[in-house]
């Protein structure tokens, strides 16, 4: 940690340029605090970066390798960025597990030197600080979820310096951990504003939308009877505010859902309205860290990308992903977010003879290559997409999502619900995906709409961490069903039922049955060496009155 924390000290505050773009940064590594937050602008700029470049490392392959690969969304046998996790086979020596690790906390630490910058700010009223104080909490409230959510024993900070000081920290229980995230983001929630200029802001209903998030995670670990005797509040009641919250989003924030899927994932459409929180990625730039550079390691060809950089033929949808797009009939996501054979875009290779991209899978018919996150190349996205840059700014929090999450809070413990405004928010999410409406929401169609609406954004793995809160055979029983190993053969546009599972393996490699242990992620090695301590009996965290 204290390597990340120098990083960080050597001066992270930038300075914008470009007409329109608050994110086109060049630094500047004399600017401290005493020099800046002369102004509310000054302090805005100071926030920018906590959108984009201290996310960079945990986008450039973990957001969909751990979220996406550990659920099964997709495979990749001969990866060693994604097999590992789908295979629960990661160690602490796994690349990006080091990597996303060292990314939260540089969220962390930003917004902890940017909290501590606005207290020196001048020329600005107390509303305006805290609108950018709660744009630091939010970011580093969303970073503490994502970390005691996978490695559970976490360390909370708020001073940076205690630990370039004292690097040789125990970790704080996870309990403590959600608990500091939930009151970073019920800040968020209180003084973010309705609305922001400048496209791509935290406004309230992000505050509010992770917020309920963040309260559904602590519902399903007090309703699995794991909170301490510290901790009293009922998973009733936990669930309760998650329902709030999302209500508010959903029922006052006048926000709606685009009208096509597909459109969620073209950059002509970045920060629509149906996005509340989004990674922030310079549009026209190579830079290294300051653009989305998945869309390299997802595409399956040059083609379809313009002959940019393409790494992604051994990367498809897991078998039992695809057959249960196949089997529901949910054709509409199931092209947004897979390559299959003989599927035509027409808005990729639109400056080619054909003014289209039909995939030939050819020989290779049973794959599902990746689809979202692939958005073609410099000429079909208005020339702004580079090679390692497809500029799409990386989805964390969708309105559909936060539908999703008040159906779920308002089925509290129960297995199903005929609540108005559950199934009201339930079907708006299935109709814009060309699914049958219901009359009833039941936790197991609640299970497959969040698996199939959020497929390769990073999801499905918090989601069955959140289940295995209270229901952890399930979850692991859901796993053990999976068919992780296992080839299949898929034609979707073939005129017959087409989805068949093969006899033959997809690698030789040892396979894990799956566990309790897997469902938490071991520390990074590097850690380790630097604080041993990580590895002790979780300290409680003492909380600022």
Not at 429 to 438: F, L, Q
Not at 500 to 510: A, D, G, I, L, Q
């Amino acid at each position: 940690m204290k390597k990340i924390i120098n990083i960080l000290m050597l001066g992270v505050v930038m300075l914008f340029a470009g007409c329109n773009d608050w994110l086109e940064v060049t630094s500047e590594g004399s600017t401290t605090k005493e020099n800046y937050y002369k102004s509310y602008e000054e302090c805005r700029l100071a926030t920018a970066p906590l959108y984009s470049k201290v996310w960079f490392e945990f986008n450039n392959n973990f957001y969909y390798a751990l979220g996406d690969g550990r659920g099964n969304n997709i495979n990749a046998p001969w990866s060693d960025y994604i097999y590992p996790f789908s295979n629960l086979t990661e160690t602490g020596l796994t690349g990006p597990l080091q990597s996303a690790w060292q990314s939260f906390y540089i969220v962390i630490n930003q917004a902890d030197y940017v909290l501590q910058g606005l207290e020196t700010a001048e020329n600005c009223t107390e509303e305006q600080l805290n609108i950018c104080r709660a744009e630091a909490r939010f970011m580093r409230g969303t970073a503490m979820w994502y970390l005691c959510s996978l490695w559970k024993n976490v360390i909370i900070v708020e001073e940076p310096q205690r630990f370039i000081d004292n690097p040789l920290v125990a970790p704080n229980p996870f309990e403590d951990c959600l608990m500091f995230a939930i009151k970073d983001l019920e800040f968020a929630a209180e003084w973010l504003p309705e609305t922001d200029g400048e496209a791509g802001r935290l406004t309230k209903w992000s505050g509010l939308g992770m917020l309920s998030k963040l309260y559904l995670t602590a519902a399903c670990y007090a309703r699995g009877g794991k909170f301490s005797s510290a901790y009293t509040t009922s998973a009733q009641e936990w669930y309760a505010k998650a329902a709030e919250a999302a209500g508010q989003v959903c029922e006052e924030s006048e926000l709606s859902l685009l009208e096509n899927y597909e459109d969620l994932f073209k950059v002509q459409f970045n920060n629509n309205e149906e996005s509340l929180f989004a990674l922030q990625w310079v549009q026209g730039t190579d830079q290294y860290g300051s653009g989305n550079s998945a869309m390299r390691y997802l595409a399956h060809n040059s083609a379809c990308v313009g002959g940019t950089s393409a790494w992604g033929n051994g990367t498809f949808a897991g078998g039992d992903m695809v057959e249960l797009f196949h089997n529901r009939g949910d054709h509409i996501r199931r092209k947004a977010t897979f390559f299959c054979h003989g599927e035509n875009y027409d808005y990729i290779c639109t400056d080619s003879e054909e003014g289209s991209y039909t995939v030939d899978a050819s020989g290779q018919e049973y794959r599902a290559w990746i689809k979202k996150g692939v958005v073609g190349s410099p000429a079909d996205t208005g020339g702004v997409a580079r090679d390692g840059n497809s500029c799409l700014m990386t989805p964390m929090l969708r309105l559909a999502d936060v539908y999703l999450i008040y159906a779920e809070a308002l089925m509290g413990m129960a297995t199903e619900t005929a609540d108005e405004r559950a199934v009201t928010y339930f079907n708006k999410v299935r109709e814009r995906a060309g699914m049958p409406t219901v009359e009833t929401v039941t936790m197991a169609e609640l299970w497959n709409e969040r698996r199939c609406e959020l497929c390769m954004e990073g999801q499905f793995w918090f989601d069955m961490l959140r289940r295995a809160y209270w229901d952890e055979q399930y979850v692991l029983d859901y796993m053990g069903a999976q068919k992780r190993n296992q080839s299949y053969s898929y034609q979707p546009l073939a005129e017959e039922d087409n989805f068949e599972w093969s006899e033959n393996k997809m690698h030789e490699r040892e396979e894990v049955a799956p566990s309790s242990s897997c469902l938490v992620l071991p520390y990074p090695e590097s850690e380790l060496l630097l604080n041993p301590m990580l590895k002790s009996e979780p300290v409680p965290y003492t909380f600022a009155e």
